[in-house]
């Protein structure tokens, strides 16, 4: 069945750091890919998405490309601030006659001034 | 626009109760999926409906079930409650436009199983 892995957390880094959340995928077919966060005492909110291989995804300085070769759709930001701090989650969807959507594990991300 | 709402926020059960939680998309949403998030286990899928029929469904026994009215407000229902109930259920709309599946989630419903 389908199922989305992405690295164990929790990942740790300085302001202005460099971040890369990886995430790799199994799906038959071809499914849309998301990453959504969710911040301390709040519901998910998605963050950014790709539809079709070689999409890339953007949105607040977060950056992640749908590489079919690599089934991956890792998740980078050049410079991350404390307001960043979260947990990160990658999903996929597929239309099966209505849609499932399947979400990795989460990463926590702590961002230390 | 108004996001997803659910309620109750927080709920209080003991084993063998059973619960209804209740979901209501934003406008013009069609498609509402529950989830059950928790430490161990994480984001797992419950069921999707879409026009008041169950689409899709998790690998969950039957004590949970759901339903979906004609104005797309969905509530699920988990019956004999156990320890291992206790959880985060989440309830996320969707347009289902353009073949994929961008989801609104709402705040959540924290079941505790005493």
């Known amino acids: 069945g389908d199922s989305v892995t992405q690295m164990e957390g929790p990942v740790t880094l300085s302001e202005e750091a460099f971040l890369t959340i990886n995430c790799t995928y199994t799906?038959?077919?071809?499914?849309?890919l998301f990453w959504y966060v969710q911040y301390p005492g709040e519901g998910l909110q998605l963050l950014l998405k790709?539809?079709?291989?070689?999409d890339k995804g953007s949105n607040k300085g977060f950056e992640a490309t749908y590489r079919k070769e690599t089934t991956s759709f890792h998740l980078e930001k050049g410079s991350v601030q404390v307001s960043d701090s979260a947990v990160y989650f990658c999903a996929l969807s597929r239309n099966t006659g209505g849609f499932k959507t399947i979400f990795g594990a989460g990463t926590r991300l702590f961002v230390k001034a | 626009k108004a996001g997803v709402t659910q309620t109750p926020r927080y709920l209080i059960k003991t084993r063998g109760q059973q619960v209804t939680l209740s979901c209501s998309p934003i406008?013009?949403?069609?498609?509402v999926s529950w989830y059950q998030q928790t430490p161990g286990q994480g984001l797992q899928f419950l069921f999707e409906?879409?026009?008041?029929?169950?689409?899709n469904k998790g690998n969950f026994p039957g004590r949970f079930s759901g339903r979906q009215f004609s104005n797309s407000r969905s509530e699920m229902n988990v019956s004999t409650l156990e320890l291992g109930d206790s959880a985060l259920y989440l309830c996320a709309s969707s347009l289902v436009q353009g073949g994929d599946n961008e989801q609104f989630f709402g705040p959540g419903t924290r079941l505790t199983v005493l």
């Open positions: 799906a038959t077919g071809y499914p849309s």
């Open positions: 406008s013009g949403h069609r498609s």
């Open positions: 409906y879409f026009s008041e029929t169950q689409r």
């Open positions: 790709a539809t079709k291989a070689d």
